[in-house]
């Protein structure tokens, strides 16, 4: 009898546990949706639903891998939106990729990257990282692969000291 009603709490706590992470599909579809109508990223919408799986089981999973998320969405903001922002101002890249763009992305990407490196700690380390290379990756497509260079490369260098620091988010 224990047993059943054991299992049954379980199931309606998990269930709970879903449906509390199946809010976290609104900022996938808010990066989606803007790489689609702003960037005309064709992928946006495939990244998008990688992105939101990853909010949502990460979520859902919770513990160190769920405290990843904030600080994954917020590095990976900063990767996305400016090149978006840099195509919505008719920069220089509106037409082809230029060294600008690729400065000014890598720029961006690489904030974004220190960000994440200072704000978690090893084991939410990985899923930030999932998420914010998804993000940045959704904006990158607009101009070329700047941002997510940048992001890759602070955390690459910063990588020893991220596995070492505490978690802080």
Known sequence: MASELERRARRAYEWGRLRGA??????????????????????AGALG?????????????????????VPGLASGLLAWGVPLAWVCGDGPCVTACSPACLVVTGVAGGLGGLLLWRSVGSTSAVAALAIASVCAS????????????????VLVVGAPATLRAPVLA
């Open 22 to 43: 199946l809010g976290w599909t609104v900022p996938a579809v808010l990066f989606a949706g803007g790489s689609r109508v702003v960037g005309g990223v064709e992928l």
């Open 49 to 69: 639903g990688v992105l939101a799986v990853l909010l949502v089981g990460l979520r859902w999973r919770g513990g160190d891998l769920g405290r990843g998320v």
């Open 138 to 153: 959704m904006g990158c497509l607009a101009l070329g692969t700047g941002g997510l260079v940048g992001v890759a490369a």
